[in-house]
Nanobody, 122 residues
């Protein structure tokens, strides 16, 4: 019954920032971990970042490490992705997903949002 809804995407100039949100609605959420993935036009979907709900363990793709920060608010069943120093190569549809463990493997994520577009202009 739970649905994941991403928001916060938009158009931003290179070097700018955006904050994406992923809200779970419908009922109390209890996945082990949440992940952010992205898919650029003509490219395969790739892992961006993930976080656990319990002890707040995080993991980042090398391409975004130091620029993006994943966080969560358990009381609001919401996960965030703060994106700083954005580059044109960050342009993609960003998806949040619920998984059974913290991993980069898509096969462990069983519930996905519909995505939010992020476009970074040069």
């Amino acid at each position: 019954q739970v649905q994941l809804v991403e928001s916060g995407g938009g158009l931003v100039q290179a070097g700018g920032s955006l904050r994406l949100s992923c809200a779970a609605s419908g009922r109390t959420f209890s996945s082990a971990a949440m992940g952010w993935f992205r898919q650029a036009p003509g490219k395969e979907r790739e892992f961006v970042a993930a976080i656990t709900w319990s002890d707040v363990i995080t993991y980042y793709a090398d391409s975004v490490k130091g620029r993006f920060t994943i966080s969560r608010d358990s009381a609001k069943n919401t996960v965030y992705l703060q994106m700083n120093s954005l580059k044109p190569e960050d342009t993609a549809v960003y998806y949040c997903a619920a998984g059974d463990l913290l991993t980069v493997q898509e096969s462990h994520y069983y519930l996905w949002g519909q995505g939010t577009q992020v476009t970074v202009s040069s």
